[in-house]
């Protein structure tokens, strides 16, 4: 199967971390393009024109991080926990990932179209979601599952887009989160690549 992915996209990696985390690399071929120079092979796959884009052997495409996970989780034979309470944490952390896509948008239009009610709505949603995680995942048993993952995902990509949030102050369960996913290869393997 092939996942079209980008570097940048913290959606993508999410997939990407998990066909590693799940043995599959070797049976997912990762093939980059830029949503936004309009790649045909993405068009093709994917009229929605977003990544990441699964295309299985037989042409059928998935789109949507959380479905082509639990595709691979599946393929894999559902090694991790996947309760409600996962599920409750995914749907937390693609929030906080969607808000954060959506403010490093806003940031990058010209100055003069720049909303700022936008970017201050979506800074103060990224906050009252933080809380609310670092509240859900003080007693979490492994950062291994989806919910765990999509979270440090998000934080990660924070530090990439949003690092003036300064969101780790007073946040120790979020901060120990993302150091055990940062500590992992498939992780480091999946970094955007320097000056992106
Ligand atoms: N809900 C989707 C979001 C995917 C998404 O928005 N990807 C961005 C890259 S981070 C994209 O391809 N944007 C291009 C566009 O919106 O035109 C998912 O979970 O896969």
């Given at each position: 199967m092939k996942l079209i992915i980008s570097t940048t996209s913290p959606y993508s990696r999410k997939c990407r971390v998990m066909a590693r985390e799940l043995g599959l690399a070797d049976e997912v071929e990762e093939i980059e393009a830029h949503p936004f120079d309009d790649d045909p092979a993405l068009l093709q796959a994917n009229p929605l024109g977003r990544v990441p884009c699964l295309v299985l052997d037989d042409g059928q495409a998935f789109t949507e991080s959380g479905l082509i996970a639990d595709y691979l989780c599946e393929q894999a034979g559902e090694p991790w926990p996947r309760g409600w309470n996962d599920r409750r944490l995914e749907a937390l952390g693609s929030g906080l990932l969607d808000l954060t896509v959506a403010r490093r948008v806003e940031m990058v239009r010209d100055e003069g179209i720049q909303s700022e009610f936008w970017i201050q709505r979506r800074e103060r949603g990224i906050m009252r979601a933080i809380d609310e995680i670092e509240q859900a995942v003080g007693?979490?048993?492994?950062?291994?599952?989806q919910g765990p993952l999509t979270m440090a995902v998000a934080l990660a990509y924070m530090d990439f887009?949003?690092?003036?949030?300064?969101?780790r102050t007073g946040r120790p369960h979020l901060t120990a989160l993302l150091d055990a996913w940062e500590s992992r290869p498939s992780f480091r393997a999946t970094l955007p690549p320097a000056g992106t």
């Open positions: 007693d979490l048993e492994s950062p291994l599952a887009r949003y690092p003036e949030s300064g969101w």
